[in-house]
């Protein structure tokens, strides 16, 4: 039952379509800790925590890879390959309200109440971010969404890995809100830089965490369950 469950959700579709502009910055060159999901799958597993486990293994299938040439073009490959499991493609043409793709998913998702208002997400969980472009100035509460990737992991100290495209390659960053003012801790990364940082910038605004907006789920918030704190 479980190998018939997993064909019906792993699809896949060979639709990729680019982003009008590239949609982030210039970012600093840094070493990078691959952490990979661990999942465990017992024989009654729900389909939700499937599609998850899809979403990611599929993610981590284009690593240090190009597959997909931008963010929203990464995050539509990984869509196609498991059965549109965010978004139908074919209607996403409907949210489109400026000429960036990861706008449009991002409206789309948030009119299913896709979006996640917890402070820590599950794995498979897209990550928006706003405000990205080099020449863009950060608003609080923003909702220009400039970026995004897919939740690969989170950490006991609530350290977020997310796979996502950036100068046309796939990589794994960090993200922390709970250490947000910083990029190590520990010798271990909490926090990536997105934008890579003037001499006369805090280097905390360079930060992912500076950059989050929002998660959205692969199902509806009424669907899932996320931790309290």
């Known amino acids: 039952m479980r190998s018939v469950i997993l064909g019906l959700v792993v699809v896949l579709l060979l639709f990729l379509t680019g982003c009008s502009q590239k949609e982030v910055a210039i970012v600093e060159p840094e070493a990078q ?3 990979l999901p661990i999942i465990e799958v017992k024989p ?3 389909k939700e925590l499937i599609i998850r486990r899809v979403i990611v293994e599929n993610a981590l ?10 963010c929203s073009g990464f995050v539509d490959l990984v869509n196609s390959d498991t059965n549109e499991s965010f978004y139908k493609a074919e209607m996403l043409y409907k949210y489109y309200d400026n000429s960036r793709r990861s706008r449009a998913i991002f409206n789309m998702m948030q009119d299913e109440d896709k979006l996640v208002s917890e402070p820590l997400p599950k794995v498979g969980d897209i990550v928006f971010f706003s405000d990205t472009l080099q020449k863009t100035k950060r ?8 970026h995004m ?3 690969t992991a989170v950490d006991e100290d609530e350290t977020v890995h997310f796979i996502h495209n950036i100068q046309g390659k796939n990589k794994i960053d960090q993200l922390n809100r709970k250490y947000s003012d910083h990029h190590m801790l520990s010798d271990k990364h909490v926090n990536s830089f997105l934008k890579r940082c003037s001499k006369n910038r805090q280097k ?3 930060l992912t965490s500076f950059f989050f907006s929002s998660y959205a789920s692969p199902v509806p918030k009424e669907k899932i369950e996320l931790s309290k704190n």
């Open 44 to 46: 009654q597993e729900d």
């Open 61 to 70: 299938k284009h690593l240090n890879k190009s597959s997909g040439q931008d």
């Open 139 to 146: 608003r609080v509460g923003s909702l220009n969404i400039t």
């Open 149 to 151: 990737g897919i939740v």
């Open 204 to 206: 905390s605004k360079c």
């Open 33 to 35: 800790i691959i952490t």
